[in-house]
């Protein structure tokens, strides 16, 4: 028997995808099995009549603990909460921007569900000071097989990264060392056993004029630079002939699959999680610096909910027609989506700001919709 219930749902999510702008998503009726249906799409997209309620900005300590050796936390980590929150059954959303408090860079960020039917993508950002440098970090967390292993990183990451002994002195090492490890407590941790979750974590690290991204998985980190897009992480593919090396050595095989996977099963190479391919899918992030100078205009860090959809190129050109961070985050989002995007879309639009005189005002909280 087919349950009329499950066709309304089914008709609801398909047409959702049938246009960019909610005005054109109204309700309209179709006969299934001799019954009309009245149907209408299952979520709007997040330009929907709904004010969003603003949230405070939360500080929060990193404690290292009574006679730790770790790195002493000179301030406290400042970490954003989404400014705009609008949740139900099929789209979860969140838009915000902030300025650090030494005015060196503005950030904003944009995140929702897309066409996909749950969320699936995380995003952190914190800000503190350490031994008198800012330190900035900045990640996006794309999840597959379900949410729980980039909520945990969300949630865990940047935490372990700042507690870590050599965090300032031996940074790239401290990051390697942190990803291992958070990899593994999340595999040994309750909500892993049983479940196949995986992640990517594309992450950014800035203290003082030092850049570092750290890549696993497909997520990806482009900059401005002196005008052009360069990029700062390689998707990790299977079918990249190093990659592809790396499995076959381990024992494993890439096969089409509608696209190149491990084993048939993964369409990336490396990420955290994924307890049964943990043999050939791992979480060692291949790690680049750059220094921040006066050429260093933008950074985005994104999900391939964007790159599936924007080159390099258009990614940065289309980021910087926007003076605003968070808007220029929110249009990289809306331009995916209206162009056919699949997945759930997640960015993150850093800007530098070189003049010690620059006053520009950047809003706080993402701009409310009119009733």
């Not at 381990?250 to 699959?257: D, E, F, L, P, T």
Request: charged fraction near 25%; include cysteine; charge should be negative.
């Amino acid at each position: 028997m087919v349950c009329i219930a499950s066709i309304r749902d089914f008709i609801a999510r398909a047409t959702s995808l049938r246009a960019f702008s909610p005005s054109k998503l109204g309700r309209f009726r179709v006969r299934v099995c001799g019954r009309d249906l009245d149907v209408g799409p299952a979520a709007y997209f997040p330009h929907s009549r709904r004010r969003f309620q603003t949230i405070p900005v939360v500080k929060m300590m990193v404690d290292s603990g009574t006679g730790s050796t770790h790195l002493p936390i000179t301030a406290p980590v400042q970490k954003p909460v989404e400014d705009a929150i609008f949740e139900n059954d099929d789209l979860s959303y969140g838009a915000g921007t902030c300025k650090s408090e030494d005015r060196i860079l503005s950030y904003g960020y944009y995140s929702f569900t897309g066409r996909r039917p749950t969320m699936e993508d995380f995003y952190d950002i914190k800000t503190t000071r350490i031994q008198g440098q800012t330190v900035s970090l900045f990640g996006v967390f794309d999840g597959h097989a379900g949410s729980r292993a980039a909520r945990y990183l969300k949630e865990h990451l940047f935490d372990n990264l700042l507690n870590h002994p050599k965090f300032m002195t031996d940074t790239k090492l401290a990051i390697r060392e942190t990803y291992r490890k958070t990899d593994s407590d999340f595999l040994d941790s309750k909500i892993s056993a049983f479940r196949e979750d995986g992640s990517t974590a594309c992450t950014a690290i800035l203290i003082g004029n030092q850049l570092f991204v750290a890549n696993v998985g497909d997520s990806r980190a482009v900059i401005s630079k002196g005008g052009k897009a360069i990029p700062l992480s390689e998707d990790h593919k299977p079918n990249r002939s190093d990659e592809r090396q790396r499995i076959e050595d381990a024992g494993g095989v890439v096969i089409w699959a509608g696209t190149w996977r491990v084993n048939g099963v993964l369409a990336m190479s490396r990420a955290f999680g994924n307890r049964m391919l943990k043999q050939f899918v791992e979480a060692e992030p291949d790690i680049k610096e750059e220094v921040i100078d006066d050429e260093l205009e933008l950074l985005v860090l994104a999900t391939d909910g964007i790159w599936d959809v924007l080159t390099n190129e258009g990614a940065i050109s289309l980021a910087k027609t926007e003076e605003a961070p968070e808007i220029a985050a929110r249009k990289l989002g809306e331009y995916a989506y209206s162009h056919g995007s699949a997945d759930n879309i997640t960015c993150i639009v850093v800007r530098f700001h070189h003049d010690e005189n620059d006053d520009a005002v950047v809003p706080t909280s993402s701009p409310s919709t009119s009733e």
